[in-house]
């Protein structure tokens, strides 16, 4: 398998006021499609803006970064909209469900910008219940679960439009150690069972070890890169 992400030179400035922050400094990174990576390294160095970055949530002050073959740098803000909808799940410390919504209509909702029928859609949000152990909880809403539930509809509604990608911003952050090695490991099933690849931001050296790979950031740097 090749490359799904490549980015070369890559950086991020930051105006603040009359003031330049640079928070990422001429990073060069490859993960290969399938790959499972962790993202560490302290507060304030650059792994969220990294993350957000190959996710297309930010766009880069310079340099290339390539998806599946796609320079999404280049991408103007409408195209890279429609290109994270179909290639990209988000998965983030909080859960931002829909209080009001039931799991599967939590589920449902990247699938309504697509021209799925209302039928289509909740098959599909049903199978992603399924596949992450909440079929039983799909009429619940987010105050009727645990947080780790809560989270794992989160993951849900991350794969329901099959995306290549899953990038996860503390995913474990605000969960008990059981629920955390419940959802680590569930990510672990995506990407061996599913081939999903995953980007992984962690504070946590216990997560990381669910990781393939664990690469380090320190002050915007790529510092070292540990193979399990």
């Known amino acids: ?3 799904l992400i490549e980015t070369r030179d890559l950086a991020k400035v930051y105006t603040r006021g009359k003031q330049k922050v640079e928070v990422l400094h001429h ?42 073959g796609q320079r999404i740098d280049q991408l103007g803000a409408g195209a890279l909209a429609k290109w994270r909808a179909a290639n990209v799940g988000f998965v983030f410390q909080f859960y931002n469900l829909m209080p009001m919504l039931s799991a599967q209509r939590n589920v449902e909702l990247p699938l309504l910008l697509t021209r799925l029928s209302s039928a289509e859609r909740r098959q599909r949000a049903s199978i992603a219940l399924q596949l992450v152990g909440l079929a039983d909880r799909a009429s619940h809403k987010p105050t009727e679960l645990s947080g ?36 680590l490991g569930l990510l672990r099933t995506l990407n061996r069972e599913h081939g999903k690849t995953i980007v992984m931001v962690t504070h946590d050296p216990k997560a990381a070890e669910y990781a393939n790979h664990t690469l380090h950031l320190d002050k915007g740097t790529l510092v070292e890169q540990a193979i399990a």
């Not at 996860?168 to 419940?182: F, Y």
């Open 1 to 3: 398998m090749g490359n």
């Open 27 to 68: 990073i060069d990174l490859d993960i290969a499609e399938g790959d499972f990576l962790a993202l560490m390294g302290p507060s304030g160095s650059g792994k969220t803006t990294l993350l957000n970055l190959i996710g297309g949530l930010d766009t880069p002050s310079a340099g290339i970064i390539s998806v599946g």
């Open 148 to 183: 780790g539930q809560q989270q794992r509809v989160a993951i849900a509604r991350a794969i329901v439009s099959d995306p290549t990608l899953l990038v996860c911003d503390e995913p474990t952050g605000d969960l008990d150690r059981q629920s955390a090695e419940d959802v």
